[in-house]
């Protein structure tokens, strides 16, 4: 049974009442009054319990949902979502994310080719299309399951990169001790149906969809480092992403 959870809303307040729902939903997931996996109160019980319009629990629960705090499963129901790792809008690896956040990152390596050929690769890196590149292809955990794969495209120079190193240590923190520094990024961020690897590899059923973000990294100079294409598991990571006015 699901876990009421007690709400104040205040009706003469200027804050809509659907944002005044959320905010101490997702204050009683923060907390832990509500653990991950638990059954979550059906809108139908939400909206007479509190005497809110259907409509209002709807939009609260669906900006819980976008928010990654909650998942909605057919014939499941909706439940309260894995602790998921939020990635700022920062130059930072997944492997930063995860230690910021208190977990021990876990990585398979399930690819590591010295002679990769792959013209657009290459041409982001600004190399010659014929350019044999490295290609390094791994599987991110964390204790509770898989959570990312990530494939990355480097430059010649990175052949020599150790095994041991790969599945120990992120990238970036490689690319730092040998003094290449990752300045700036660009990244595109969007979601797609996962392909079946994937699913295997992440544990997903075949509906599921995944978090994509591709990013292409430059040094100080301006010089290409890296290109990446990764997916993730959508309910165990999202991207927070400040916008300003221009």
């Known amino acids: 049974m699901a876990t009421q959870i007690q709400v104040t809303i205040d009706r003469n307040s200027p804050v809509p009442l659907y944002h005044q729902l959320a905010e101490q939903l997702a204050a009683a997931?923060?907390?832990?009054?509500?653990?991950?996996?638990?059954?979550?109160?059906?809108?139908?019980?939400?909206?007479?319990?509190?005497?809110?319009?259907?409509?209002?629990?709807?939009?609260?629960?669906?900006?819980?949902?976008?928010?990654?705090?909650?998942?909605r499963r057919r014939g499941i129901g909706t439940t309260v979502a894995n602790e998921v790792i939020h990635r700022r809008n920062?130059?930072?690896?997944?492997?930063?994310?995860?230690?910021?956040?208190?977990?021990?990152?876990?990585?398979?390596?399930?690819?590591?080719?010295?002679?990769?050929?792959?013209?657009?690769?290459?041409?982001?890196?600004?190399?010659?299309?014929?350019?044999?590149?490295?290609?390094?292809?791994?599987?991110?955990?964390?204790?509770?399951?898989?959570?990312?794969?990530?494939?990355?495209?480097?430059?010649?120079?990175?052949?020599?990169?150790?095994?041991?190193?790969?599945?120990?240590?992120?990238?970036?923190?490689?690319?730092?001790?040998?003094?290449?520094?990752?300045?700036?990024?660009?990244?595109?961020?969007?979601a797609r149906p996962a392909e079946p690897d994937e699913r295997k590899l992440l544990g997903l059923d075949k509906n599921d969809p995944v978090l994509t973000m591709s990013r292409r990294a430059y040094d100080s100079s301006g010089a290409p480092v890296e290109f990446g294409d990764h997916c993730y598991r959508y309910d165990r990571y999202l991207f927070d992403i400040t916008v300003y006015a221009s």
Not at 36 to 53: M, V
Not at 91 to 113: A, K
Not at 176 to 186: Q, T, Y
């Open 90 to 190: 920062e130059l930072t690896s997944l492997y930063d994310d995860l230690r910021r956040n208190g977990r021990e990152p876990l990585t398979e390596v399930l690819e590591f080719n010295t002679d990769f050929v792959d013209q657009r690769a290459s041409g982001i890196l600004g190399l010659e299309p014929d350019t044999p590149l490295v290609y390094l292809e791994r599987l991110r955990s964390v204790a509770e399951g898989p959570m990312s794969i990530l494939r990355n495209w480097l430059p010649p120079m990175w052949a020599d990169l150790d095994l041991g190193e790969l599945t120990n240590q992120g990238l970036y923190n490689m690319m730092r001790a040998r003094g290449v520094v990752p300045a700036v990024a660009h990244q595109t961020i969007g």
């Open 29 to 71: 997931i923060d907390t832990g009054v509500l653990k991950p996996g638990d059954a979550f109160e059906n809108e139908l019980s939400l909206a007479d319990r509190l005497d809110l319009s259907r409509p209002t629990v709807r939009r609260a629960i669906v900006e819980l949902v976008t928010r990654g705090l909650l998942v």
